[in-house]
């Protein structure tokens, strides 16, 4: 594969990772940030030289500007979701407090 193809994978990835977040898919996100993971760390290698590809730095860019703003949308998506998670969390201890102090009675 060469370094372009990842990055354009790492892309496709990135764009199905905020697809997730849009509907709240929130266990195949987080596998699919894994697998992105893997494939961003394989860059290393496949891209150990980039000064030595500038046709394929314009390229790179425009898919790291995408990248980057998708995360950013997932970022903002996943802070929501976990306000939410801990709104739960908090009614669910709230409601186990009420429960344990008006069982003791």
């Known amino acids: 594969m ?8 790492a892309l496709e ?3 199905r990772m ?6 709240a898919q929130w266990d195949q996100l987080v596998e699919l940030e894994k697998e992105r993971g893997v494939l961003i ?4 290698q496949l891209d150990a030289d980039p000064a030595r590809d500038p046709e394929g730095r ?7 500007e995408r990248m ?12 929501d979701w976990m306000a939410e ?17 008006y069982s003791a009675r």
């Open 85 to 101: 998670l801990r709104q739960i969390l908090n009614s669910v201890d709230t409601s186990s407090k009420l429960q344990r102090t």
């Open 58 to 64: 314009e390229g790179k860019r425009r898919i790291l």
């Open 13 to 15: 990835l990135t764009e």
């Open 68 to 79: 980057i703003a998708c995360d950013e949308e997932i970022a903002t998506l996943t802070q």
């Open 2 to 9: 060469s370094a372009l193809h990842a990055y354009e994978a």
């Open 18 to 23: 905020l697809v997730c977040a849009r509907a």
């Open 41 to 44: 760390e394989s860059l290393g």
